[in-house]
């Protein structure tokens, strides 16, 4: 009886134990996504960034040419609508570049000039290691196009004019980081470094 006895005390006391140390909470899971990326950085920039910035820096202009001087600049509602069009394209697709997951370029593919550029596999390594500075700078490219969007719907060419280098200067910031670091041409310096968050 005693033995018995003995043996449920010590049963007891194994399960108060077992009861009093909390179980480790599991690992945190994996952030939920609802994204899927399927165009590559490549793509948006080729099908969205570069034609939308073209509108806008071809929107106001001076072109000399044998035949004279041409002053550019939209001339009624229908001509600034397509020239907002395209900055809102250009503010949203750096949301796009921003999303996680996604490739530089499809498997395969070359940089253009190797010399110069970087691969794209060299350049998703970059991403991956620091994606805050990635986004970091996919955000400035958006806040560059704010003033100029601005401009476009005070309906002022001078406005799109002087704001619209901004767009160049964020482009070739974040060219010089990921695209073409090794470039030591004269001028192959980040304009203005984005200010951080």
């Not at 809102?88 to 499809?106: D, Y």
């Not at 767009?167 to 980081?177: F, M, P, T, V």
Request: hydrophobic share 40%.
């Amino acid at each position: 009886m005693r033995t018995y006895l003995s043996l449920f005390a010590a049963s007891v006391l194994v399960l108060f134990a077992a009861g009093c140390t909390a179980p480790e909470p599991p690992p945190p899971a994996a952030p939920a996504t609802d994204y899927k990326p399927t165009a590559t950085i490549k793509e948006i920039m080729d099908s969205m960034v570069d034609p939308s910035a073209d509108v806008i820096w071809e929107s106001v202009a001076t072109y000399v040419s044998a035949a004279g001087i041409e002053e550019r600049a939209p001339k009624n509602d229908e001509e600034w609508a397509v020239v907002r069009r395209n900055a809102i394209i250009l503010m949203e697709s750096s949301n796009l570049l921003a999303i996680p997951g996604r490739h530089v370029a499809k498997p395969g593919e070359k940089a253009e000039d190797p010399a110069v550029e970087l691969s794209p596999e060299e350049i998703d390594k970059l991403i991956q290691e620091d994606p805050a500075a990635w986004t970091q700078l996919a955000h400035g490219l958006q806040e560059s196009v704010a003033p100029v969007l601005e401009a476009i719907d005070k309906k002022s060419a001078e406005g799109v004019l002087y704001s619209a280098d901004k767009i160049d200067i964020a482009c070739e910031n974040c060219h010089l980081k990921y695209w073409y670091p090794n470039d030591k041409r004269p001028g192959a310096e980040p304009a203005s470094a984005p200010e951080s968050k």
